[in-house]
């Protein structure tokens, strides 16, 4: 069983920064895909960024240059740094994981709500 627990959400205006942070079981970077998906009112979730256990990163096309996801092995925690916040930016935002063996895309199985996830944290981004 994997436990994830997100923190670092709140309120910025726009262009401004936040950094999200996830803390996860023992070792859950091992085996698993990590990740960050968003969810607006009204819309649905979306993949915002992912990394695998090698370490590679995908990124939604809304998000890249912006956020940067990465993993401190050491303390099994996720972290998302959002830089240039906008508006369309505010979401609750959810830290995910899946085993590998589902892949680490975004558009994977974890997108319809496989895997394991967070509780959420919410970011919101006035003009």
């Known amino acids: 069983q994997v436990q994830l627990v997100e923190s670092g959400g709140g309120s910025v205006q726009s262009g401004g920064s936040l950094r999200l942070s996830c803390a996860a079981s023992?070792?859950?970077?091992?085996?698993?895909?990590m990740g960050w998906f968003r969810q607006a009112p009204g819309k649905e979730r979306e993949g915002v960024a992912a990394?695998?256990?090698?370490?590679?990163?995908t990124y939604a096309d809304s998000v890249k240059g912006r956020f940067t996801i990465s993993q401190e092995n050491a303390k099994n925690t996720l972290n998302l740094q959002m830089n240039s916040l906008k508006p369309d930016d505010t979401a609750m935002y959810y830290c995910?994981?899946?085993?590998?063996?589902?892949?680490?895309?975004?558009?994977?199985?974890?997108?319809?709500?496989?895997?394991?996830w967070g509780q959420g944290t919410q970011v919101t981004v006035s003009s």
């Open positions: 990394i695998d256990p090698d370490g590679r990163t």
């Open positions: 023992a070792y859950t970077y091992v085996m698993y895909c």
């Open positions: 995910a994981a899946i085993s590998r063996k589902n892949g680490c895309n975004l558009d994977g199985p974890w997108a319809r709500g496989f895997g394991y």
